[in-house]
């Protein structure tokens, strides 16, 4: 498969949407996925338009190599956030940290981390409104602990089903393809 296609599915573009963020014809860009590889102008205005770096479309012999060790750094990434999972701000920071510092940003290290701030997003508007509805609405229920255990499993459930996407293709497709950063 080709590799503009294979990013560009992964950040859920269409053609035509890639077009208008990169500027380039829509003809030229599947040309591209067909097999030609792009030069000039065209190689800095796709790789700026999806935040890769313009080597990222040109084939050489390292290529697999450094397929194989992004591969790799996103599953360290992926799984780094199990242990703080009951820490959330940690579960986003740690494997952002991560990638910074191993130069891992690539599409799928952001939507890995993307997933996990929704996640904690969606937690803390759980845990408001657990507290609205026991202060203002003196709701008492002894249920309103399965909101962080439900979390926490939500959490390991998505974490876990990306590992195995991770593991069984070349380019996954992360649950829930977000892309936030």
Do not use: C, H
Request: aromatic content about 8%; proline content about 4%.
């Amino acid at each position: 498969m080709n590799k503009l296609w294979q990013l560009r599915e992964l950040l859920n573009l269409t053609q035509e949407e890639l077009s208008q963020k990169s500027g380039i014809s829509v003809r030229t860009i599947q040309r591209i996925e067909s097999g030609q590889i792009p030069k000039g102008y065209t190689l800095k205005a796709l790789s700026r338009a999806l935040g890769v770096e313009e080597t990222y479309f040109v084939n050489n012999e390292n290529d697999t190599e450094n397929n194989r060790d992004e591969i790799r750094w996103s599953k360290i990434l992926n799984f780094v956030t199990l242990p703080f999972i009951l820490l959330p701000p940690l579960n986003i920071f740690v494997p952002l940290a991560i990638m910074f510092y191993k130069k891992q940003n690539n599409a799928i290290n952001l939507n890995l981390i993307s997933i996990q701030i929704i996640e904690t997003l969606i937690a803390l508007l759980f845990l408001i409104i657990v507290l609205i509805l026991n202060d203002w609405f003196l709701v008492k229920s002894e249920l309103k602990m399965l909101i962080p255990i439900v979390w926490i499993l939500a959490n390991a459930i998505v974490v876990v089903r990306n590992a195995i996407e991770l593991n069984k293709n070349r380019y996954p497709s992360i649950f829930p393809n977000i892309n936030i950063l």
